[in-house]
């Protein structure tokens, strides 16, 4: 056995690095130990950190039964329940991803484009003129309506903000770095972080139930909302999902798509406005769809540079820096004789600023996806093989949305100050301070926008 080189075993330091300076720490040491190093982070298996497409092709080609994605997600299960499709692992999370797929097809999403149109005006109205604001937060306030529209299907204004208001509260408690770690997941009374975090979550428990059950007794005929289909669907035997399989599938499905989704569209944001040229030809693109019909879900589907700017923006600054399989068995992997229990961690991060593949790896230049087609092993912002991020249709469909339409109604403007770099927010990086901006002007909503 050949273990790649790495830095000796200073875990309390890696895993403050790791914590709170993710990005700077793996560029340092991919300089120093090449493309492929070894990380010992805590409580986490040994990680095998690779950025070589040939070698991620070789993770991202094996079978579910050799690679484990769900023990290296394992600090998430207080958070999202031991039957969520992260966490499962072999047969099992072959089953419920089948089962969980289906309501997540590109086409379906076009169900979703007036809602999530809609959503976006109703938000922009309310955005303060002329004055500073992080727009990470009403970004948030985006994608946690649209899952409980779309994945809920909450029809109810009322029931929608009350349940909303409640999952943001718990989604902000658990934001915190520290509660991935195991040692600090003790309910030491309603004051701790974790007892605080546990209140919170039974409540939200109690309500996700109540949904579940009152949703599988009115009926779920003729409706679209993936809550509903997720109701109907059997695997081969005829077996549905359990009210705990559904439980943990939605707070999967909320876990998954909300904060990554926001920081997503905050990320685009920062650079569109960072970058005049790219301003410029992606406002070109927006009137262009204005004077053909208006900003609506067929057309802004079709809009190729906003695509673009999207790809670039999560080449440069995708939310979840790696992802990582636990072998089962010893397997040889990027030329390394490797042994089981280690993981394998394709850096998102480090692939997507790799020189051999992106040209000027570090310039913001959206135009380099309109020119050639990247491989699932050069660009992989949603990860990839059998544990592919099922979201990521809707994701891209919903970004392209609320992008589209906060352009075609406001004139936003990155806020002078402080730099925005990446600040971690439990799973996801983020822009630091929220990204600040000023909406210098607003236009009227048009008439035909409504849900
Ligand atoms: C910009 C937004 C998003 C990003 C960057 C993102 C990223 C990711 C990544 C990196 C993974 C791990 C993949 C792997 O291990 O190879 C993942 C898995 C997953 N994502 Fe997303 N995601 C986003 C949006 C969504 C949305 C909108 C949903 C659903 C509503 C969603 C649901 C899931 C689920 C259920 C998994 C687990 C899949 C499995 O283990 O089989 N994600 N996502």
Redesign the pocket.
């Known amino acids: 056995m050949t273990l790649p080189p790495g830095p000796q075993r200073t875990t309390a330091v890696h895993l403050w690095r790791w914590l709170w300076r993710p990005f700077p720490f793996l560029e340092e040491c991919r300089a120093r130990y090449g493309e492929t190093f070894l990380l010992h982070i805590a409580s986490m298996p040994p990680l095998v950190i690779m950025s070589n497409p040939e070698h991620i092709r070789e993770v991202f080609a094996a079978n579910g039964d050799d690679m484990h994605?769900g023990e290296v997600a394992i600090a998430l299960r207080p958070f999202l329940g031991a039957r969520s499709?992260?966490l499962l692992d072999g047969p099992e999370?072959m089953r419920m991803?089948k089962l969980v797929l289906p309501p997540f097809h590109g086409e379906r999403m076009q169900a979703y484009g007036r809602d999530i149109v809609a959503i976006t005006h109703d938000a922009v109205d309310a955005w303060p003129l002329g004055e500073r604001f992080a727009v990470q937060r009403p970004m948030q306030r985006i994608t946690m309506e649209v899952?409980l529209r779309t994945?809920f299907g909450l029809d109810e204004a009322g029931s929608r903000e009350r349940i909303g208001a409640m999952l943001e509260d718990l989604l902000e408690t658990a934001t915190w770095p520290p509660l991935l770690v195991p040692a600090v997941q003790k309910d030491l009374g309603a004051w701790s972080p974790w007892g605080r975090y546990q209140r919170k979550a039974a409540r939200a428990n109690e309500t996700l139930l109540g949904e579940i059950h009152r949703r599988r007794e009115a009926g779920t005929a003729g409706r679209v909302d993936i809550l509903s289909m997720l109701l109907d669907v059997r695997d081969e035997q005829g077996n549905g999902l359990t009210e705990e399989d559904l439980r943990d599938q939605l707070v999967?499905?909320l876990v998954?798509?909300h904060e990554?989704?926001a920081t997503?569209l905050a990320w685009t944001l920062h650079w569109v406005l960072g970058d005049e040229r790219v301003r410029r030809r992606l406002d070109a693109e927006v009137s262009e769809a204005q004077r053909d019909g208006g900003i609506t879900p067929e057309r802004v589907a079709k809009m190729e540079y906003l695509d673009a700017v999207i790809r670039e923006a999560m080449r440069l600054r995708p939310?979840?820096p790696l992802?990582g399989r636990v072998l089962q068995k010893p397997m040889r992997i990027g030329g390394y004789d490797l042994p089981a229990g280690v993981a394998v961690a394709p850096s998102i991060y480090l692939t997507h600023r790799n020189p051999a593949v992106f040209d000027d790896p570090t310039r913001f230049r959206p135009e380099r996806f309109l020119e050639r087609k990247y491989a699932p092993t050069e660009w992989f912002?949603?990860?990839?093989?059998v544990?592919?991020?099922?979201?990521m249709a809707?994701?891209l469909y919903e970004m392209k949305m609320v992008l589209a339409t906060v352009l075609a109604r406001v004139d936003l403007r990155a806020a002078p100050g402080r730099p925005v770099v990446p600040v971690r927010r439990a799973i996801t990086l983020s822009p630091s301070q929220g990204m600040p901006v000023i909406m210098a002007s607003r236009w009227p909503r048009p008439a035909t926008a409504t849900a």
Request: aromatic share 6%.
């Open positions: 994605a499709l992260i999370h991803r899952i994945v999967t499905l998954a798509g990554t989704t997503s939310v979840i992802v912002p949603f990860g990839g093989g544990r592919r991020c099922i979201g809707f994701a």
